[in-house]
Every structure is written in C-alpha cells, then in structure tokens.
C-alpha cells in the first residue's frame, strides 16, 4: 500500500512536531512547512494528499494559503483541514465558504485528528 502523505503547514513548532510524531506512527508519509509561502511551494513540489494548515501564521495566514490553493486548478482538488485555536462562528463558516473540507479546534486529541483525516484520506 502507498503512504498518503500529509503537509502540515503551521508557525508553531511544538504543534508540528506533535501532529508530525502521531501522523508518522499511523503510517502516514508527513511533509511540513513553518509558514504560508513554504506551504504553497511545498504543496507544488510535494503533491499532497492532504494539507492541515493553520489558520493563524505570521506573513500570510492560512485564509490567504487556502484561497491560492483552491484557485489554482493544479491544487484545487486537495482537501484542506484548517487547524486554529479559534473557535469563532464566523471563521468556520470563511472556511467553508472557501472550500475548507474541515475545521478542527484547538487543541485536539491525536485519535480526534486521525478520524477527521480518514474522512478525506482513505
């Protein structure tokens, strides 16, 4: 079977490391960018899967990621988790309106990231 591979694109290292160590041990292949413009070269150069992207990031943030990647016929077609810590009614509902396939609070539990991804990575 082929590893579907994950880019996790978020500023906070801790956080990456964290989603990085749990997506490795359930057998996914995990890529990371520490920032919007790496995550948008990353998704190019790596042809994810899926991308868990951050909402909150210096520079551009992940609203910003999430309009080229849905705009662009090349990454148009991968599923976008957004990952934030918040949980304001109005950024759920720009997120879906931009074509987010999900919306995770944090934090979350490791098994609680792996069934949102099973629902977009088989």
């Known amino acids: 079977m082929v590893q579907k591979k994950i880019l996790v694109v ?3 290292p801790n956080i990456v490391k964290l989603i990085e160590v749990r997506l490795i041990s359930a ?3 995990v890529v990371t960018a520490d920032n919007g413009e790496e995550g948008l070269k990353k ?3 790596e042809s994810p899967d899926l991308i868990l992207l ?3 990031m210096p520079g551009m943030d992940g609203f910003e990621v999430l309009h080229k990647l849905k705009t662009d016929p090349k990454t148009m077609h991968i599923p ?3 990952l934030t810590a918040m949980g304001a009614t109005q950024s759920m509902l720009k997120a879906q309106k ?3 396939a999900d919306y995770i609070l944090k934090p ?5 990231l792996l069934r ?6 088989l």
């Open 98 to 100: 931009m074509r987010a």
């Open 108 to 112: 979350f539990k490791g098994d609680e």
């Open 80 to 82: 976008v988790l957004m």
């Open 116 to 121: 949102y991804i099973k629902r977009y990575v």
């Open 43 to 45: 998704t190019v150069s």
């Open 54 to 56: 951050d909402v909150t």
């Open 27 to 29: 057998g996914y292949d």
């Open 10 to 12: 978020d500023d906070e």
